[in-house]
């Protein structure tokens, strides 16, 4: 049996069907990469001055972030943390009246090409803009 695929040739001059962008779910979404030392946060294009900044894990470095992010209108978060270090970070931004997200890193790690902190906490706020990420199951206080 021989079977033959229709192809359309796509007109560089003209928007073809395949071209469509997935829609902006969360256009108030950050990204923060949980470290040890460090929290890597990423906030939208435009709305400071710098859109990635590193805080330290701190009580006064974490209130610290929540002001930033307030800052910066931003309403949900992602974060993603491989050990304990989420849980201070997570109860200061949702007591704030922030939407958090903790998602599974192995799920957000598989993506080949990513090797820094930087590009981490970048990624899971593009992936959150768009509704890509699911939070980890946690139940009620």
Known sequence: MNTKLKTKSINNNSQSESSTSLPQINI?????????????????????????????????????????LQKCGIKTVAMESTGVYWIPVFQILETRGFEVKLVNAHHVKTVPGRK?????????????????????FRPED
């Not at 820094?116 to 980890?136: E, I, P, R």
């Open 116 to 136: 820094s902190d930087v590009l981490d906490c970048q990624w899971l706020q593009k992936l959150h803009t768009y509704g890509l990420l699911s939070g980890s």
């Open 28 to 68: 108030d979404a950050a990204g923060i990469d949980i470290g040890a030392v460090r929290y890597w946060v990423s906030v939208p294009e435009g709305r400071d001055g710098e859109c990635i900044r590193s805080f330290g894990c701190f009580t006064a470095d974490l209130y610290a972030l929540a002001d930033w």
